[in-house]
């Protein structure tokens, strides 16, 4: 059953796609009971490559959820892949330009309308050394808080392995384990009121990273480790 509120285009990307992401991964869904049914969310993950975004939507699709992903401006330029995200919707991010508020404005109605909207808070590929979560961008505190819309974390692990960071080798074969875990929505309500300063949104950035590094602990089995990396300082603080 395709989601309902997905567009023919989706549903055409999806016809295409899902065959293929089910024979090159073995999947272990989790967590699903935690994704809202009734109203619009915000989708929060870690981005450890590439092609981690089409696993992740891969997860929401086959919860009957067609995700609009804030997607970096410069892919819809390139041939056949743009097209693609302009006909299913996706929406852009223009960074550093005077268009960058368009972004989250059009991801609001898309909550208001009772979409999911699909975000990576680290704003790129993290630089963790360990592929843990990086320090994030607040783009996803101000959706957040904002909308008011329930924000769910969610942390995978094993696309990775499908394409390294920053590779150029795709390796399909053998299958490779995907899991992706959905928690509970993050606690900001306390935080709805409060003035937008930068402490308020860093607060607010904070949790949601914090409930995604914790989902990814419990994928990996591991610690995280103390502090989180700052690409600016090339450094965990």
């Not at 869904?29 to 109203?39: A, F, K, N, V, Y």
């Not at 909550?111 to 963790?128: N, Q, S, Y």
């Not at 808080?145 to 696309?159: H, K, S």
């Amino acid at each position: 059953m395709h989601p309902a509120r997905s567009n023919r285009a989706y549903r055409n990307a999806a016809r295409v796609l899902r065959p293929v992401l089910r024979a090159i991964t073995r999947r272990d869904w989790r967590g699903t009971e935690h994704l809202p049914t009734d109203t619009g969310f915000i989708a929060a993950g870690n981005h450890l490559t590439n092609i981690d975004p089409v696993t992740f939507a891969h997860y929401l699709y086959d919860q009957g959820v067609a995700p609009k992903i804030l997607a970096k401006s410069s892919l819809f330029g390139v041939p056949v892949l743009g097209w693609v995200l302009r006909t299913t919707g996706q929406i852009p991010v223009y960074r550093g330009t005077a268009d960058a508020g368009r972004s989250l404005e059009a991801a609001e109605r898309a909550l208001a309308d009772g979409e999911c909207v699909a975000v990576f808070p680290e704003g790129t590929l993290t630089r963790d050394p360990d592929l843990w979560p990086m320090l994030a961008k607040t783009g996803v505190a101000r959706l957040a808080l904002d909308t008011r819309v329930p924000v769910i974390p969610i942390a995978q692990w094993g696309a990775q392995d499908l394409l390294a960071r920053y590779g150029k080798v795709f390796k399909p074969i053998p299958a490779k384990r995907v899991t992706v875990l959905a928690g509970p929505p993050v606690d900001l309500s306390d935080l709805y009121d409060r003035p937008r300063d930068a402490a308020t949104l860093r607060e607010a950035t904070r949790r949601v990273m914090a409930a995604i590094t914790a989902l990814l602990a419990e994928i990996r089995g591991e610690e995280p480790p103390e502090g989180v990396y700052d690409m600016r300082k090339q450094a965990r603080a």
